[in-house]
């Protein structure tokens, strides 16, 4: 077993109306290697000027956390196989809508990783095969409820 921190930092501006929500949704995450991100809501649930789009929103990081897992496994796993990547880009997207039962949720999330070669590339199904792989192993993919497709 491995515990995991971060610390979630937001303070109030005094001339802000909390009791009325006029209040930012700005706020900072600290991670325990001392990498510090800004973050805030999600411009498409709080509008501005109380969220911050140039800050990481908890969406959007779940989307990062999903692609990158599947990323690290993947470069592992290629590896593993003999295998040598040169490059790894996804533009992953995920889908926030309400469920059957009423509650937003991030239903869907689809990643597309597009994977350069530093030498034989596997063909179509040994591609496949090692993103099933690579899915089935990571734990954030594991531990979420969304449908995840994985475009390649």
Known sequence: MSNYTATIRWTRSTDESFAEGR???AHEWAFDGGAVVPASASPHIVPAPYSDAGGVDPEEAFVASLSSCHML??????KRAGLV???YIDEAEGVLEKRADGKMAMTRV???P??????EAPDAAGLADLHHKVHEACFIANSVTSEVV???
Do not use: C, N, P, Q
């Open 23 to 25: 209040y930012s949704r």
């Open 73 to 78: 496994f993947f470069l592992d796993f290629a």
């Open 85 to 87: 990547v040169d490059s």
């Open 110 to 112: 689809t990643l597309r």
């Open 114 to 119: 597009k994977v350069e070669w530093g030498g």
């Open 150 to 152: 994985i475009e390649h």
